[in-house]
């Protein structure tokens, strides 16, 4: 599948505003959707503080958490998203997978 073919990614990132990890959780998603997902996915940053219904909704307890609401099946991930390798297995990016030519 080549980069035009890829899946359109939906992404829903829950931080605490002003919290590091929170903050590295956001840069990190930014930089891989960047290198893997230009073009082929949509980010919601939702701040709990300010969104808290929305946060008990998707039955939010800890933050950062990223929910990866499409392609199905839908993935949630807790952290700071710095083990890069490990989020691209997640989202089924990993080496050979749908962006890499």
């Known amino acids: 599948m080549n980069k035009d073919e890829q899946p359109k990614y939906s992404f829903l990132l829950f931080v605490a505003s002003g919290e590091a990890n929170s903050l590295l959780a956001e840069q990190n998603l930014r930089r891989l959707i960047d290198d893997h997902l230009a073009g082929h996915s949509d980010l919601q940053v939702i701040d709990v503080f300010q969104e808290v219904d929305s946060a008990i ?41 749908p962006s890499e030519p």
């Open 57 to 97: 909704n998707h039955n939010i307890l800890v933050t950062p958490c990223l929910i990866v609401r499409r392609p199905l099946p839908q993935v949630m991930l807790v952290g700071n998203l710095s083990d890069k390798k490990q989020v691209l297995t997640a989202l089924r990016l990993s080496a050979g997978g």
